[in-house]
C-alpha cells in the first residue's frame, strides 16, 4: 500500500483563516482521485473516506452564517482539520463530488458505490465513511445498504453546521464516522448513519429537521448505538435489518428514473399519466394515512397501471407509519418512507424484476409470519 508522507505541520488546518477568506465553489470533477497525505502508521487500521459534498464541506463568510454557504473544501481539507483521526486510523480519500446532496443524483450514486465496493474488497481495508450533505443523505445510505459487497462497516456523516460556523458539527462526526468505520464490533451491521454521537441503521434513519443539528433519528426503530467520549456503544449484537435486499451492481450502468408524487387535497391525477409519458419507469407516491389517495387520483392511478403495467408503490407521507398490502395494482411500501422506497424501486426495475417479484422485494421488508 502506497500512501504519501507528509509533515504533520501541513496537515494543520486554521478555521480562522479559512472564516476570514471569501466563498469559493470548486466542483471537483466526478472521481478525480485524490490520495489524501497521511503518514502511514501500520499497526493502525486504515479507512478510506469518499466526499461528495454537502455542508460539511461548505464555508461561510463568517462564523456566525449557517445557511447560504458555500460548498468548496474538499476531501483533503475535511481531513486536515481532524488530525486527531491519523491517531486512529490511516487514511485513503477519494473525492467522488463535491455538491449538495440535493444534486446527488444516480449516476454519483452509482459510482460511489462501485468505488465503495472496490475498496471493502482490499483486505487492508477497515471500512468506509462517505462525507454527504444531509438533505439526501438517507438515500445514498439506503441504496449504499442494499448494493454494498461486504460486512465491514459503511458510515455516512455530514454535518448541519458549515465547517466556518462557531460549534461546527462536521468535525466531530467524521472523527466519529471514522471511529466507527474502523471498529471491528461495527461489522455486519448494514450501512449506518453518525450526526450528533448517534449511530442509525441507514434502513430506517431518516432527516427528522430541517435545520436542528438534532436531526437523524428512527423513532420507531430506535438507535443502533452512541457515542460516548467518542467509543461507539451499541445497544445490541450486530444484526442487518429484516427483508433488506441484496442487489449486485454487476452490469449495471445507470438506474432506472422513478417518479415521487405527494398526495394531499385535490391532488392532481393527471400526474400519473404526466409522469409516465415524462419517462418514468415506476411511481411511488406519498399517500395520505397509510397509502391512500383521493378517489380521482385513485382511478388514474390504476387506469395507468392497467394500461401500462406500470409499477406504483404507495407509501406514506407521515414521517412514520406503515402501508401494507391492499392485494390491489399497488404495492405497499412497507415502513419504507417515499425517498427510500423509490430507491427500492429503482433498483428492483433496473434489474427487470417482474411486477409479483418487485412486490415480493417490498414485502420481504415486514414479514407477516
Ligand atoms: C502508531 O500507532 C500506534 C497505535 O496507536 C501508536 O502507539 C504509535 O505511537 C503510532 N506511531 C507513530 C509514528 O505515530
Ligand atoms: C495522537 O496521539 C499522541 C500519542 O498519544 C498524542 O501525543 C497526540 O497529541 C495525539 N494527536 C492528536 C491530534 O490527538
Ligand atoms: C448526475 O450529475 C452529474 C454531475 O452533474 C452529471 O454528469 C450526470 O449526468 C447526472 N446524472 C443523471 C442521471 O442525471
Ligand atoms: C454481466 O455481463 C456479462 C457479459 O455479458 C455476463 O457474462 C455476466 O453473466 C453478467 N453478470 C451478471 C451478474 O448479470
Ligand atoms: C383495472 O383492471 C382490473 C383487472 O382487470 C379491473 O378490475 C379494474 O376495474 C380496472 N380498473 C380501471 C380503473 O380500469
Ligand atoms: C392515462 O393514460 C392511460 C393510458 O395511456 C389512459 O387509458 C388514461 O385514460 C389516462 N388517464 C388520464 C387521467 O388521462
Known amino acids: 500500500m502506497k500512501f504519501v508522507v507528509s509533515t504533520a505541520a501541513h496537515l494543520l488546518y486554521s478555521f480562522t483563516a479559512l ?45 456566525t452564517q449557517t445557511v447560504g454557504y458555500s460548498i468548496g473544501l474538499g476531501v483533503q481539507q475535511l481531513i486536515s482539520a481532524v488530525p486527531e483521526i491519523l491517531n ?15 444534486s446527488v443524483n444516480s ?3 452509482l459510482k460511489l458505490a462501485e468505488a465503495i465496493n472496490a475498496e471493502l474488497a482490499k483486505e487492508e481495508i477497515s471500512g468506509v465513511v462517505i462525507t454527504h450533505g444531509t438533505d439526501t443523505l438517507e438515500e445514498t445510505a439506503f441504496f449504499l445498504d442494499l448494493v454494498v459487497d461486504s460486512e465491514k462497516p459503511v458510515v455516512c456523516v455530514g454535518a448541519m453546521r458549515p465547517a466556518t460556523a462557531l ?37 430506517y434513519t431518516t432527516k427528522n429537521n430541517a435545520n436542528s443539528l438534532d436531526t437523524f433519528y428512527s423513532t420507531e426503530q430506535g438507535q443502533l448505538g452512541f457515542f460516548i467520549n467518542q467509543v461507539p456503544y451499541f445497544y445490541y449484537t450486530p444484526s442487518t435489518p429484516i427483508g433488506r435486499t441484496h442487489f449486485s451492481l454487476a452490469n449495471i450502468t445507470s438506474l432506472a428514473p422513478i417518479d415521487i ?7 392532481n391525477p393527471a400526474l400519473f399519466n404526466a409522469s409516465y409519458a415524462s419517462g418514468a419507469q415506476g411511481i411511488v407516491y406519498a399517500g395520505v394515512g397509510a397509502g391512500g389517495m383521493s378517489a380521482k387520483a385513485d382511478l388514474a392511478a390504476e387506469e ?8 406504483i408503490v404507495s407509501s406514506h407521507r407521515s414521517a412514520e407509519g406503515f402501508v401494507s398490502d391492499g392485494q390491489d ?35 420481504m421488508g415486514y414479514p407477516m409470519v
Open 261 to 267: 408524487l405527494y398526495a394531499h387535497q385535490d391532488m
Open 167 to 203: 460549534s461546527a458539527d462536521g468535525p466531530l462526526n467524521l472523527l466519529q464516522g471514522v471511529t466507527l468505520a474502523a471498529s471491528e464490533k461495527a461489522r455486519g451491521r448494514g450501512s449506518m448513519i453518525v450526526l450528533n454521537d448517534r449511530i442509525g441503521s441507514a434502513f
Open 88 to 102: 486512529i486510523s490511516n487514511i485513503a480519500g477519494y473525492q467522488i463530488s463535491n455538491v449538495a446532496s440535493g
Open 329 to 363: 395494482y399497488r404495492i405497499a411500501a412497507g415502513f419504507l418512507n417515499p425517498q427510500k422506497a423509490r430507491i427500492l424501486l429503482q433498483l428492483a426495475v433496473t434489474k427487470g424484476l417482474e411486477l409479483e417479484e418487485i412486490k415480493q422485494v417490498f414485502a
Open 19 to 63: 472564516a476570514s477568506a471569501s466563498p469559493v465553489i470548486r466542483h471537483q470533477p466526478l472521481f478525480a482521485r485524490q490520495d489524501i497525505e497521511t503518514p502511514f502508521n501500520a499497526s493502525l487500521p486504515t479507512v478510506a473516506i469518499f466526499a461528495t459534498g454537502g455542508t460539511i464541506a461548505s464555508q461561510g463568510s463568517t462564523n
Open 107 to 109: 449516476t454519483i450514486s
Open 304 to 311: 395507468l397501471f392497467n394500461a401500462t403495467g406500470l409499477p
